[in-house]
T-cell receptor
């Protein structure tokens, strides 16, 4: 039973436009959410996180939105750059920290020049 | 500088052989994790350890074993009981209140 779902396996956008990556979760105990970026044959790198007490967190070009009632979060990248092309994983945990993360299957983002 | 190292980058296993993947961190993190990534799949938790000399099974622990004798080290052994070991293995660590940091990964291939 998948608790964190990234239903779209891939997304292709034009450089300079907005990329919107979506993530849904089923476990109402999740209270901390993270996005990771992963290049092939490398470990994931942390991008941005959000606690359930917030509905938005922004860091430069990256913004994460959380809709608790819908159990949905999204990552917005504006403007998208070719270097953003990677696989993005959504992850969630219960307990306010990152000690036990549950990951989605990932979404491959391609930003075309 | 601080980080997580995994070795080797590539590892080949013969049928019936046990192999051990190394993970070392100098971030002074208490918790360490092993994940497996298969194509089109997310990261699945194999084992984790929240403190030295203690560890717990994750979602897919069968065919794997770990030890945590030192805070800095969390080696993973892929035993011959693991029938489909070909995957990308990732080690991570965290202090708990911040993100998990990942190593560069080890790709395990079966000969």
């Amino acid at each position: 039973d998948q608790q964190v779902k990234q239903n779209s396996p891939s997304l292709s956008v034009q450089e300079g436009r907005i990329s919107i990556l979506n993530c849904d979760y089923t476990n109402s105990m999740f209270d901390y959410f993270l996005w990771y970026k992963k290049y092939p044959a490398e470990g994931p790198t942390f991008l941005i996180s959000i606690s359930s007490i917030k509905d938005k967190n922004e860091d430069g070009r990256f913004t994460v939105f959380l809709n608790k009632s819908a159990k949905h979060l999204s990552l917005h990248i504006v403007p998208s750059q070719p270097g953003d092309s990677a696989v993005y994983f959504c992850a969630a945990s219960a307990g306010g920290g990152s000690e036990k993360l549950v990951f989605g299957k990932g979404m491959k983002l391609t930003v075309n020049p | 500088d601080g980080g997580i190292t995994q070795s080797p980058k590539y590892l080949f296993r013969k049928e019936g052989q046990n192999v051990t993947l190394s993970c070392e961190q100098n971030l002074n993190h208490d918790a360490m994790y092993w994940y497996r990534q298969d194509p089109g799949q997310g990261l699945r938790l194999i084992y984790y350890s929240q403190i030295v000399n203690d560890f717990q099974k994750g979602d897919i622990a069968e065919g794997y074993s770990v030890s945590r004798e030192k805070k800095e080290s969390f080696p993973l052994t892929v035993t011959s009981a693991q029938k489909n070991p070909t995957a990308f293995y990732l080690c991570a660590s965290t202090s708990g209140r911040e993100t998990q940091y990942f190593g560069p990964g080890t790709r395990l291939l079966v000969l």
